[in-house]
Nanobody
Framework: QVQLVESGGGLVQTGGSLRLSCAAS????????MGWFRQAPGKEREFVAG????????YYADSVKGRFTVSRDNAKNTVYLQMNSLKPEDTALYYC????????????WGQGTQVTVSS
C-alpha cells in the first residue's frame, strides 16, 4: 500500500510558476510509474504528465508540453511537477498517482492540491 501526499499548490497570476511535490510512503517508490493528473470543476480528470521508474522517460499532455516538467527523486521518494507560464485553464485540483505496471492508470492516488491561476 502506497500513501501519496501532494503539496505546493496555491494561487498564482497568469504567467507565474508553481512547483508541486508528491511524497510517497509505504512502498518501494522506484517500482512505480508516477503520474500527475488534474480535474477542473465540471470536467473529467485528465492526465497531465508522467515519469517512468528510472526518471528518464517523461510524458506530457499536449496542453502542457513546453511549460510543465515532471521529475522524480527516488532517494527522496518524491515526484515533482514544475509548472511555468501558467494559464487560467490550468486551474484545477492536481493529483499524483502511482502505478505498479507500465503506464499511468493509477493504482494509488493522493488527495490532491489546488492550483488556481488568476487572469
Amino acid at each position: 500500500q502506497v500513501q501519496l501526499v501532494e503539496s505546493g499548490g496555491g494561487l498564482v497570476q497568469t504567467g507565474g510558476s508553481l512547483r508541486l511535490s508528491c511524497a510517497a510512503s509505504g512502498g518501494t517508490f522506484s517500482n512505480y510509474y508516477m503520474g500527475w493528473f488534474r480535474q477542473a470543476p465540471g470536467k473529467e480528470r485528465e492526465f497531465v504528465a508522467g515519469v517512468n521508474r528510472s526518471g528518464i522517460g517523461r510524458y506530457y499532455a499536449d496542453s502542457v508540453k513546453g511549460r510543465f516538467t515532471v521529475s522524480r527523486d527516488n532517494a527522496k521518494n518524491t515526484v515533482y511537477l514544475q509548472m511555468n507560464s501558467l494559464k487560467p485553464e490550468d486551474t484545477a485540483l492536481y493529483y499524483c498517482a502511482a502505478t505498479i505496471t507500465i503506464g499511468f492508470k493509477g493504482d494509488y492516488w493522493g488527495q490532491g492540491t489546488q492550483v488556481t491561476v488568476s487572469s
